[in-house]
């Protein structure tokens, strides 16, 4: 697999890699394979078809519960560390939710838009699919994703544990923008407050400019409805900005010239500062990135080839660069980035690397197409205090000890 005919310069350098790094071993013509389980089994006929795919019963990567598993205002973070590629399987992507999910029959559910309109609309899920739709790749990241950052590094924590609450998928619905020209906004309107169907009736206002730029009311993730964790039967899908605001189970929307000023925009989801005072409406999720590969956990079977891997995303648009150190900051270089670099989603980034064995720090600092980087964490608190809780992009750094183990430190 690994020689090829007519190497590419590029294929040439790659392959001294890998026959440096002596990774597998050396066979003569058609290699013999160990006897596996399944051979020792006896050749028999192997399972047959299914109406509903699972995955393999030795594919263990599950999200992580933080909290108790019953308790409803509980989350759920995906497995950064185990995935690959920049989507996230739906199965995986983290959870949030402040009072349980609730069991809606999409037959039952109605979305209402009223308020500051001319004509007040409700629509059934039928007539929803019947607009003209959209699929966009979103990541959807909460504000607190990050949180554990404004604490100094513990060695124990993983991807998962410290950014798990990231997740990116492919996404249908509609435009709200197509709803709201339906329904005719009136030049008094200057938000929209939406509201979900769930028991703490999650309400949050979002600004007029944003609703008629690229908001969808999504009622599908990776091709196949919402997942209940995620909304179904529909949800307001807000790219780029903090979790909290993209309304999940959503069934009503009112145009109003304020914000509303709910409990999701005074107790919580505001960052106080070290002056006292609170910054509201932190909308925008900041440039960052995370090495998924190798990163806290994990263990490095000697010395050779690897390549670094990780995900990088900004709420402000596209990922222009990813730096990535090996020397805890020292000196950097650029990764390569994976296409298709989609603006608001994770981007997955790589650099073919060759560890010599001694301690070494990496280190990686997203640059997004505002020219916005990743900070340290000593100036992210020098501008921030360490009084908030949301909203940490600080650089994330992994240290691998000389016995291979990977660890979280500070940089
Ligand atoms: N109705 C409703 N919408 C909600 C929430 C909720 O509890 N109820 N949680 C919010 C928060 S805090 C986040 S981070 C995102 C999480 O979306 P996910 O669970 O699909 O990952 O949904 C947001 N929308
Ligand atoms: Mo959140």
Redesign the pocket.
Known sequence: MLERDTPSPSRRSRRGFLKAAALGSAAVALPALPVSGQERAGRRLGAGVSGYGARSRFEVATRRVRGARYDQ?A??LTPLQDLDGAITPSAL???????GI?DIDPAEHRLAIGGLVDRPLVFTMAELRRLPAVNRVYF??????GRVKWSPAQPDTDAQGAFG?T?CSEWSGVPLSVLLREAGVRPEARWLVA????A?????SVPLDKAMDDVLVAWGQNGEA??P???YPL??LIPGW?????????RRMQLVDRAWQTR?ETS??TDLMPNGEARQFTFVMDAKSVITRPSGGQRLDGPGFYQISGLAWSGRGRVRAVEVSTDGGGSWVEAQLQDPVLPLAHTRFRLDWRWDGSPVTLVSRCIDETGDRQPTRDALIAARGLRSSYHNNALQAWRIRADGGVENVDV
């Open positions: 205002a989350g759920s992507h983290f959870e949030r939710h402040h009072a609730p959807i990241e909460c504000s607190g994703n609450m997740s509201e979900g169907a769930d703490c009736r999650m309400t949050r919402l997942r964790a995620q909304g949800r307001l903090e979790g909290n605001i993209s309304i999940k189970w959503l999701e919580k989801y």
